[in-house]
């Protein structure tokens, strides 16, 4: 009920070159991205979601073949909902680099006639960002109403605010950071690692070998999902639940939670690409904007003339609140017009996914304001 | 200065067969400890030094052929020293399943003539206190003045108490708990699971092949010292700093805190037993005293008689201090004599074997204490 239903992604080819943060070119590209609701007259209700890690342009609705396919952001995306598709255009895009179609590892280098594989460029979120905007272009779209998105989805939101300030209304950024830490970086190279050292891997070249480095995805995943769940909510759903009832003194799974996390690497093993989990944590690792000013943030946001929604969660240790606070401070500073939130919700980093009453009547209140503010004002 | 100085490792073999808690029995043994100081006529001075994950019966001192290599808690344990050895015979000890000396995984089993390998029994907490007491019995100290151990070597310091009521005065377990959480399962899990997929690993028999699973032991070693290394601490000492000044658009080194993981995993998978990590990691899962009691703590603590001190760290998010009060809210439940104190110390749960000035002072006056009220008292 509510679903946007059935979805069709759409695919975007652009053949002028696009000239990377890292000086690499990507000759030409295509991306994959997703559409619900309708654009209005004068193209000003359109809002674009930006994804995290192992997530998609598949935002919301199923597909015709795979109805079980549901949207990452199903719960938030649709008609009636926080994000109401009545009202918006929305856009899911799926980023150069990803493995879910638009241009990125498993494609053909025209330089080589194979799988790009370990020689794909690596990409940042800025350069996501100058892609979101081409594509916007032509679909004929200047101004977002908001660019939204969590986690290192909320780094695209932030970074759009600071490189294209005149092209959104509003930037909502949920779970996010405006850098990673050390022990960020540091959880992102032992997953990397992980998958390095898979011999597997073959040097990022494994397409060409029919193999994949199961073992190194699934060990990264484990780590990362760990980081995910908070250590309340990872206790209160497994605690030290044992599979058998009691210890069987092996290295099989003997706790409940071993047998959740194997499952997670497994799941993750067998649909998400090597190369792209690489480039996408690199990423991650790499935003930082307030760099260029001397890790001055509030000079970093010095051009920033959107209105902003932040969320944070409360038991979010991977990016915890006080991430959060810190870009709200630097808006303060910049007179930004700012609106925030810590929610005091259990699943840690993973809760800008779930349907948290609170979390979803403040997004919900937040984009009815959009609304009500820009087009009802309009029409009236 | 105040060192014990030069040291020499001893060995002490078993005839008589342990029959270990999953049912499984060693044949024989070899414990392999080291003495410092000198025990007293009536063999009231001793104290046991249990150790946790990575360490051995190498305490303190240094060792004739290896001046470099001094033991894992030297500024703890020495002449002067917060556990003075002018006062104490102190014992460090390796426990069984260890890759120092003691019975383990890279030994000869009888039954086999090869190396036990994966074979080697899985011993928990309880094994090796069992052990360390038949040690003891030949040493012909029946009580000692305290065991004492941090992280795991804190948990046989707590299981001693519960196992041997009358065989310690005191009872000293630092930056402990008496049970591991969902999340430090899920960890020593990831940890485990790098390791058993290593191709290198040759399900535990690794020796016969000539080979070290050195990827998997690596990975394993970088999730563990995340998790001992606050997360402050680590901001603190490498933050986002770069090898190279900027950034290299690359999966090789980038961020310091990348180097020093590196640099840690690679010591580690060159002296460490991949068989051992998955042994005492299995110990640490399996250790939870309460659950033969329906998880009542205070009930496994009903016959413990010794005075206990026990110390936490307030960065230490492995084992938070949450988990020490737990501990001690079952001993105030059961009227023991107890010191505690949570010390706002920075370095997370590495900070038991750093000689921050607080910590030492107090583990220094509850010696002295244990030291003027038993023996000056008597002496007197």
Redesign the interface.
Known sequence: MNSVGLVTARSMHFNDPLTL????VIGDYTLIYETYGELNADKSNAVLICHALNASHHVAGYYADQPQNIGWWDNMVGPGKPVDTTRFFVIGINNIGSCFGSTGPMHTNPATGKPYGHHF??VTVEDWVRAQSLLADKLGIYRFAAVMGGSLGGMQALAWSMMFPERLAHCVAIASTA?????N???N??A???I????DFHEGHFYEHGVVPV?GL??AR??GH?TY?S?TD??E????ELRMGQ?Q???GV??E??SY??YQ?EKFSSYFDANTY?LIT?AL??F?PA?PYGGDLTRAFANAQSAFLLVSFTTDWRFPPESTRAIVQALINNRRQISCAEIDAPHGHDAFLLDDKRYHDLIRAYFDRIWFDTFKREAS
């Open positions: 943060q890292s000086g690499a460029p690596l850098k990673l830490t050390a022990q970086i540091a959880f190279d032992v990397r690692q992980a390095l050292t898979d011999p073992n699934r060990v484990m780590i760990i769940l250590n990872m206790s759903k497994f605690g030290r210890y003194f092996g290295f003997e706790f939670i071993e996390l194997h690497g690489l690199r690792d790499y930082d760099a």
